[in-house]
């Protein structure tokens, strides 16, 4: 489920692109982990008991933090609009 990791980028984006890219490809991470957390059911491989509960809570903080860190890229992506707008 690697949503972002081929895409690298070729040049150096300003710092809220970044942060929200970074923050991204975090939330893409731990959504990778629940999954196949939940996926594993309850107490196999050593997991701890209500651990599929908890990745299944998880859910939510996770959706929260994405939806966060795409509209700051999407703020990002309108000021740098407006900036190229003024200086064309």
């Known amino acids: 489920m690697e949503i972002l990791g081929s895409a690298k980028s070729v040049y150096s984006a300003?710092?809220?692109?970044?942060s929200a890219e970074q923050g991204l490809r975090e939330?893409?991470?731990r959504l990778e982990r629940n999954v196949n957390?939940?996926?594993?059911?309850?107490?196999?491989?050593?997991?701890a008991a209500g651990s599929q509960q908890r990745?299944?809570?998880?859910?939510?903080?996770?959706?929260?933090?994405?939806r966060a860190n795409a509209r700051?890229?999407?703020?990002?992506?309108?000021?740098?609009g407006t900036i190229i707008?003024?200086?064309v």
């Open 14 to 18: 300003p710092d809220p692109f970044r």
């Open 27 to 29: 939330q893409f991470a």
């Open 37 to 47: 957390e939940v996926a594993r059911g309850e107490g196999g491989n050593g997991f």
């Open 55 to 66: 990745a299944l809570l998880e859910q939510q903080e996770i959706l929260r933090n994405t």
């Open 72 to 80: 700051s890229l999407e703020t990002a992506n309108r000021a740098l």
């Open 85 to 87: 707008d003024i200086r």
